[in-house]
């Protein structure tokens, strides 16, 4: 990753000098280390042909900040949820480069997209923070060789055969799901929608890691189980809690889970995800029991809570922009007569503009709205002026930036159909989409995407095949929530019909 570095001591600037060292992604950048006054203090200077310097203006909240004293507001914005919002205040006022704390860079392109976790180069190894207690027997958190012999291992999970092969196994779930939202319709009470989203994406993420569901769906309230993740997803990030040493009580559940599953002969080549690292038994690849553990218990919150997080943001502005929902539940019902059709190959090829609802709910409320840190310079053996660097792509910042999107912060999903594209007059023409990756990227990108596509998919269509929904009473304004690392997440109340036609169809009869 760094493969030149240049220790230079640039000119003397009000009598004093600054360290600088040029990487060399695919546009070097010059960083500016070291104390110095208001005015330099914290710029960031990119370096586009290794010579001449561009100075960009230093975000001010840093520029007149000690260094010392700015992780503390830092460390505020985060205790306050704020820290993604006030990122994306800074790169509307900075560009695309914002330096937020001495050693950490965010971005907001779709460059640093490709230059930091990117194909065709090394690997920039992750930055975990200390707190996390990184133990790197889980893929996210695995190191080099360990992350391609766990994703080697789980790949086979992921494949169309094996997703196939799971599909009656979550269609089983949302079955589940329907028949609980029947109840509430039938109920005449506004439901808080997050709750089911969380109880089927946690059932059957569950069912596909330890063959057996923790049963949120089937008792209709939570339990020991989602009690507990719930408990740990609200007291840290999520890319923390995915990465942190969990408390004993919870591994032990986890590891008599998995035992429980590995032991299961009558469960061989079911093609879910814990089939798939087992058949690695006896390989080069394979995973030992404890990896088995670890990685199955990380599957659970990686796979779960993002694709509710999501389905909760999508059915929010879904429900505050009413042209949209009516435009995509029209989608649905015309292309279904019956929903036993939904299925996961005909609701990809059928739904478009659901697709497109799914593509904006990514960029709007992204499930993972933080910056994922990188580090630039692992190879040297001692950081530059006392600083090693962090650097990233912040989501939030970069999928609400006016500089990317047209009305950013707007729900407007025909950004993301083909003739948008192709379209001069569309407002959307010049969206830059490359920058949009609530997947992450390279190597080390979401295993899980198609999976999660399917899922989103025929949750999302057979609700709008089944249901009309309101908006509860008072949810006007629920996007404008606090980020703890993932969104906070307050009760999304919704009223859920059963479909109004479909009620007359059956009263005539
Ligand atoms: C909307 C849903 C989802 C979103 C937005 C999402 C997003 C992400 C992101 C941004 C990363 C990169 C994390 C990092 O660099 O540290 C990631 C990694 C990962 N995701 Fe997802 N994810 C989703 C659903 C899923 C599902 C359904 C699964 C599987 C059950 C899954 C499994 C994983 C795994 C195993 C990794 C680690 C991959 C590796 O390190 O090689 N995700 N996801």
Redesign the pocket.
């Known amino acids: 990753s760094l493969v030149s570095r240049k220790l230079r001591t640039v000119t003397p600037h009000q009598d004093r000098h600054f360290e600088v060292s040029t990487f060399n992604l695919s546009h070097p950048i010059l960083f500016v280390f070291g104390p110095g006054d208001a005015e330099t203090r914290g710029k960031i200077s990119v370096d586009t042909n290794g010579m001449s310097l561009y100075r960009r203006p230093a975000p001010l909240l840093v520029a007149g900040m000690d260094l010392i004293a700015f992780p503390i507001l830092r460390s505020l914005s985060i205790v306050g949820g704020q820290l993604d919002f006030v990122m994306k205040d800074l790169h509307d006022k900075y560009g695309d480069v914002v330096r937020f704390n001495p050693d950490d860079l965010s971005f907001i392109s779709a460059q640093a997209w490709k230059d930091i976790y990117g194909f065709g180069h090394a690997e920039l190894p992750?930055y975990f923070p200390s707190f996390s207690g990184f133990n790197g027997q889980n893929?996210?958190s695995a190191k080099g060789s360990d992350?391609f012999r766990f994703?080697r291992a789980?790949l086979p999970a992921f494949t169309d055969k094996s997703l196939a092969q799971q599909e009656p196994i979550i269609a089983s779930y949302v079955d589940l799901l329907m028949t609980r939202l029947r109840e509430v319709a039938d109920s005449e009470k506004p439901t808080n929608i997050i709750r089911w989203y969380n109880y089927t994406t946690f059932d059957l993420?569950g069912d596909?890691a330890y063959g057996e569901s923790f049963k949120g769906l089937e008792e209709g309230k939570s339990n020991g189980w989602l009690d507990n993740i719930s408990n740990m997803l609200k007291l840290m990030p999520i890319?923390a809690l995915?990465t942190v040493s969990p408390t004993i009580a919870h591994l032990d559940n986890a590891a008599s889970l998995a035992m429980k599953r590995i032991n299961r002969t009558d469960q061989r080549d079911r093609g879910d995800?814990m089939d798939a690292m087992m058949r690695a038994k006896g390989q080069k690849h394979e995973l030992t029991d404890a990896e088995l553990i670890h990685n199955a218990d990380?599957?659970i919150t990686?796979?779960s809570e993002?694709?509710a997080?999501?389905l909760s943001g999508v059915t929010y502005w879904l429900l505050r922009t009413p042209e949209t929902l009516e435009r995509v539940t029209k989608e649905v019902r015309a292309a279904f007569d019956k929903e036993e059709d939904i299925t996961f190959k005909e609701a990809s090829t059928r739904l478009p503009y659901m697709l497109a609802c799914l593509h904006e709910g990514?960029r709007i409320f992204?499930?993972?709205p933080l910056v994922?840190l990188r580090q630039t310079n692992p190879g040297l053996p001692t950081p530059i002026a006392g600083y090693s660097t962090k650097v990233g792509v912040h989501q939030y910042a970069t999928f609400h930036s006016s500089t990317n999107f047209a009305y950013p912060s707007e729900f407007r999903p025909e950004r993301w159909l083909p003739e948008a594209e192709t379209d001069s007059s569309s407002p959307f023409f010049n969206d830059n989409r490359e920058c949009h990756k609530?997947?992450?990227f390279g190597?080390?990108?979401?295993?899980?995407?198609n999976?999660?596509y399917h899922?989103?998919r025929i949750i999302l269509a057979r609700i709008l095949w089944n249901f009309d929904l309101e908006m509860g009473e008072g949810m006007l304004g629920w996007e404008r929530q606090k980020i703890f690392g993932i969104w906070e997440k307050p009760p999304l109340m919704v009223k859920v019909r059963r479909r109004a036609d479909k009620v007359k169809e059956e009263v005539k009869s």
């Open positions: 992750k893929i996210i992350h994703r789980m993420i596909l890319l995915m995800f990380l599957l990686a796979g993002t694709t997080t999501l990514l992204p499930p993972i994922m609530p997947f992450s190597p080390r990108d979401c295993i899980g995407r999976l999660a899922e989103m």
